[in-house]
């Protein structure tokens, strides 16, 4: 079945790049995105990528999509404290409104 | 803007004992979820819903229940529940169109003792 995996934690200084990894095996994906979840908080969509594009850029976040490799990334510039949260990626195919989440990578910035 | 709203934020309960987290919509979305969140496990999805009077099973749904009597009310109910159900709980919504953004409410924890 599908499948989606992060690696559980990321631990950067502020004012670096952090980058979040995924990797998922559903070849059919069509939409692939990262959300965002603060502390005792829902998710929140931070940024998506079509299946059709390989980068997309969006003021200080980058997700690079390599799909031959199933491969996703999301690249934070400038890490600030405020973007300390756990970042889940999930995958959607064409014509179906099934998400699949992976496991959330927490992120945590030192000043 | 409410959004999502779930009730309640927050519940112990005994082993044995029936529970129904409620989820209501402002959004008037027609697909509607419910996710369990679990350390090392990410979101699992219970139950979903495309519209109203429809309801499909998730990942998980062994020992839960959903209805969808109208589009605003997505009630989860927990029959018997079992110590293994602690868990935090969230609803989400999906818009329409080519991005299908999931809303989500602020979650409900669950502890069954």
């Known amino acids: 079945g599908e499948d989606v995996e992060q690696s559980l934690f990321l631990s950067v200084r502020e004012g670096d790049s952090s980058v979040i990894n995924c990797t998922y095996t559903?070849?059919?994906?069509?939409?692939l995105y990262w959300y965002k979840q603060e502390p005792g908080a829902g998710l929140q969509l931070l940024t998506y990528i079509f299946s059709n594009m390989d980068m997309k850029q969006d003021q200080r976040l980058t997700v690079l999509l390599n799909k031959k490799d199933k491969h996703l990334s999301l690249r934070i510039a400038d890490t600030q404290t405020g973007d300390s949260a756990i970042y889940f990626c999930?995958?959607?195919?064409?014509?179906?409104?099934?998400?699949?989440f992976g496991t959330g990578t927490r992120l945590k910035v030192l000043a | 803007i409410a959004g999502i709203t779930q009730a309640p934020t927050s519940q112990i309960l005994a082993a044995g004992r029936r529970m129904t987290l409620r989820c209501t919509q402002d959004?008037?979305?027609?697909?509607m979820y419910w996710y369990r969140q679990d350390l090392g496990l990410g979101l699992r999805l219970i139950h979903y819903?495309?519209?109203?009077?429809?309801?499909g099973k998730g990942e998980v749904p062994d020992g839960y229940s959903v209805s969808r009597a109208n589009t605003d009310d997505f009630p989860l109910t927990l029959a018997s529940a079992v110590p293994s159900q602690t868990s935090v709980y969230f609803c989400?919504?999906?818009?329409?169109?080519?991005?299908?953004?999931?809303?989500f409410g602020e979650g409900s924890r669950l502890t069954v003792l």
């Open positions: 999930a995958e959607r195919g064409s014509g179906t409104y099934k998400y699949i």
């Open positions: 989400a919504n999906a818009t329409g169109g080519s991005v299908g953004e999931l809303f």
């Open positions: 559903d070849s059919s994906s069509t939409y």
């Open positions: 819903s495309n519209t109203a009077g429809t309801t």
């Open positions: 959004m008037r979305h027609n697909a």
